[in-house]
């Protein structure tokens, strides 16, 4: 077996032993960059162990750097990786790092810090290796013309609620327009209530109150459609095997053929 194909089942297979240890092993370098990141946000630890938190995270961003060469190296068609999502997040957990070396100056400083923040991205790559991830990942793809179809119910259900509290209301009780009248329907339908904005009428006040009980009731419908779909994927047995042409996760435990693009898996 050639070393590229060695890699291959190493970094993108998780059902070989070896893939497993890879896996738990990258897992534990990224809960340390996490662990770091945020300990460095605290003055007195980061003065204490300046040194020591700068070293660690040189030598995190180096392994991170190393990887993801790697991964561009084996993969049939690198571009497919370099832009899709977890290539994406991988890239930027070792942007900031290096981005900090061309920076200088206090000024440069408060641009550094805020590029760090990036660094959390790291975190999300804990995501590929759950099987669960790729249920969840699955059923919100299935029910993903479900929950546009009601959101675009919502949004015009939004748009009628806040042009009638604009006419009941008027502009002197704070519904100075429309666009405002659908604020007040976006915060009140989704229980957020910042009471910024309220209606002062009886008329207004006996509105709102059955907008908020259908917000209650609109709160669950997306909740029950994803759970529907979660519940249908759960039953199927899903594999770790990464499709070697798109990339694609999720297969499932008996599949041959890639269901994005029906290639050959491994």
């Given at each position: 077996m050639l070393l590229k194909e060695k890699l291959y089942n190493v970094i993108f297979e998780a059902d070989t032993r070896a893939g497993k240890l890879f896996d738990l092993l990258?897992?534990?370098?990224?809960?340390?960059?996490?662990?770091?990141?945020m300990l460095e946000s605290v003055p007195t630890i980061e003065k204490k162990y300046h040194d020591f938190l700068k070293i660690a995270e040189w030598i995190i961003t180096i392994i991170f750097s190393m990887e993801y060469l790697i991964r561009i190296w084996i993969v049939r068609h690198p571009q497919k990786y370099i832009f899709s999502f977890y290539g994406i997040i991988d890239f930027l957990s070792v942007l900031p790092s290096y981005l900090a070396l061309f920076f200088a100056g206090t000024q440069g400083l408060m641009v550094i810090r805020a590029?760090?923040?990036?660094?959390?991205?790291?975190i999300l790559k804990l995501n590929r290796y759950l099987k669960e991830s790729a249920i969840i990942i699955k059923a919100l793809r299935e029910s993903?013309?479900?929950?546009?179809?009601?959101?675009?119910?919502?949004?015009?259900?939004?748009?009628?609620?806040?042009?009638?509290?604009?006419?009941?209301?008027?502009?002197?009780?704070?519904?100075?327009?429309?666009?405002?009248?659908?604020?007040?329907?976006?915060?009140?339908?989704?229980?957020?209530?910042?009471?910024?904005?309220?209606?002062?009428?009886?008329?207004?006040?006996?509105?709102?109150?059955?907008?908020?009980?259908?917000?209650?009731?609109?709160?669950?419908?997306?909740?029950?459609?994803v759970t529907a779909e979660l519940t249908k994927q759960s039953h199927k047995e899903i594999s770790t095997q990464?499709?070697?042409?798109?990339?694609?996760?999720?297969?499932?435990?008996?599949?041959?053929?890639?269901?994005?693009?029906?290639?050959?898996?491994?």
């Open positions: 990258l897992l534990i370098v990224i809960l340390l960059s996490i662990l770091f990141v590029l760090r923040l990036l660094r959390v991205f790291r993903r013309y479900k929950i546009s179809v009601f959101l675009f119910g919502v949004l015009t259900l939004v748009i009628i609620i806040g042009t009638v509290m604009y006419l009941v209301e008027g502009a002197e009780n704070g519904f100075t327009s429309i666009p405002r009248g659908i604020y007040w329907a976006v915060v009140t339908l989704t229980t957020v209530g910042y009471g910024d904005i309220s209606p002062v009428s009886s008329l207004g006040q006996f509105f709102a109150s059955v907008v908020m009980i259908i917000g209650y009731a609109i709160i669950a419908v997306p909740t029950g459609i990464v499709c070697p042409e798109c990339l694609a996760e999720g297969h499932n435990h008996d599949a041959k053929y890639c269901c994005e693009c029906g290639s050959k898996l491994n």
